[in-house]
C-alpha cells in the first residue's frame, strides 16, 4: 500500500520584507544627499542606521540592472517609486476591473515596457496586487454607501435580479436607471428566504423601496416577491426571446446551412456535365454502338436542380431574417411609449403587438416543417408574454414610468458590463451611467504614495 503525502501549498503573499521598498527609496534619497556632501559609505551607513553591507547591496543591484541609469535612479527614487506603483494599481483597474483584458495582459504590458525589471511581471505577483485592489475597491463602495446614506432622499426603485453560477451560486440584484450593482452575494441556496435575508441587508443603509422586480420565472424569486415585497414581477424579455431563438434559430441555421450545401453539389454537378459536353464535341466523332447520349435533356435538368437550390436557400435565408426581425421587435414593443410618437400605449395594443410576432415566428416554424420540441419552446415564450401583459394591464402610472426605462434602455443601449458597483444610485438614481464619474471614483482608488509629491488620494497597498 501506498504512502499518501499531504501537500500543502505554499507562497509568499503574506511575508513581510525587511526592507519595504518606499522605506528603501527613501533611505537611499537620503544617502545620496549625504553622499554628495562628502560623507563616506561607512559614515552614511552609521547615521541612517543600516548595515553598510546592506547599502552596498542595493548600490550592486542598482548597478546591474539592465536598463538605463537615469530611469533605475528615477524608479529607485520616492517620486519614481510612487509613480510606479500608482502606474501598476491603474493597468488593473483599466484592464482587470474595467475592461476584459485579464492580469496575463498586464503582465505582458509590463514586459514589452521594459518595468519589469522594476515590477515583479509574474502572473502570482500580479495575482497580488489584484487581490489588493479588489479589496480596496470592495472597502471604497462600503464606506461612499455609508457616507452618502446619509443624506439620501427617499426614492422608489425598480430592480432587476438574477442567479449566476460562475465559481458558484451567486445572488445578484441591480437597479437598472443607475446601473448600480445593489447586491452580490455568494450563497448556498436560491430559495425566498435566502432571496429576502439578502436584499435586506443589501437596503438597509439605503432609503430605497422597491416597487418592481424584473427577473426570470425562478420559483424562489417568484416567491421573494409575492410573499417578501409584495410588489409586480415582470418576466424579462431576454428570456423570452432567447426561448423563440433556441426554439427556431438554430433549427433553421441547420436547415439554411443544408440548402447551401445541396446548392454547391448541384453547382458542381452542373459544371461538371457542362465540361464532359465540351469535350465531347472537341473530340474527334467515333460513333459507337447503342443510343447516343442525351446530353442535352441533362443539361436542362440539372440547371433546373441549381435553380431549385437556389431558391430554397434565398428562401431559408428570407425566413431566418424574418425570424430575426420578429425576435428583435418583441424587445421594442414590450414598451409604454410609443418611441416614435412620443405617447403611452395601452396594454392590449401591446399585447397584440408580441403576439403578431410570435405568429409569425410560429408560421414560419410551421412551413420549415420544424420539430414538436421547437413548437412547444413557442408555446412557453408564449405563455410567458400572456401572464407579462395581464400583470401590466392593473399597474399605476408611476410603476410604469419606471418600467418604461426597464427594458427597452438596456434592449437597444448595450453598456459595458462593469464589475465595480459605484453608490451613484445614492446620490440620483435618475441620472445613467457616466464613464466620467466611474472615472473619478476610479482616480481616487490608484494613488497610495507617502510621499508628499504625489497626492495621497487613496490607501491601496501594493
Partial sequence: MGTVIHSVQRGNADRKPRWERSRRAALLDQYRALQAEGVSQRQAATM???PRTTLQAWHVWQERLDACPQVGACFESGPGLAFLHRLVRALHMVFVEM?????????RFLELTALNRFVGASYGTQQQVNR????????????????????????????????????????????????????EHLAEARDHDTWSKAMAGALAPLKCQIIQSTSDEAPGLLAYVEHHLGVHHSPDVFHVQHELSKAVTAPMAAKQRAAAKATTKAEEMLTRMQAQLHSTNTAPAKRGPGRPPQVAASLEQAACAVEAARHEHQRLMGQRET???SIRAIGQ?????????????????????????IDTIRRIAHQAGLSQACLERIAKAERVVCRKCKRRSSLSPTLCGSMSVNWPYHSQHPTPCMRISFPRIISNVARPPSWSGKAH???SLLSASVHPCLPRVGRLVC
Fill in 48 to 50: 541612517l542606521h543600516i
Fill in 99 to 107: 475592461g476584459a483584458g485579464g492580469m496575463r495582459l498586464v503582465c
Fill in 132 to 183: 489588493h485592489v479588489e479589496e480596496a475597491i470592495v472597502a471604497y463602495t462600503r464606506e461612499e454607501t455609508a457616507r452618502l446614506a446619509q443624506g439620501m432622499p427617499p426614492q422608489e426603485i425598480p430592480v432587476t435580479q438574477d442567479e449566476t453560477f460562475t465559481g458558484g451560486l451567486s445572488l445578484v440584484a441591480i437597479e437598472p436607471v443607475s446601473n448600480y450593482i445593489l447586491l
Fill in 323 to 325: 425570424v430575426r426581425q
Fill in 333 to 357: 414593443a414590450y414598451h409604454f411609449v410609443d418611441l416614435e410618437r412620443g405617447v403611452r400605449r395601452n396594454g392590449k395594443l401591446i399585447a397584440n403587438d408580441i403576439q403578431g410576432h
Fill in 441 to 443: 471614483h476610479c482616480e
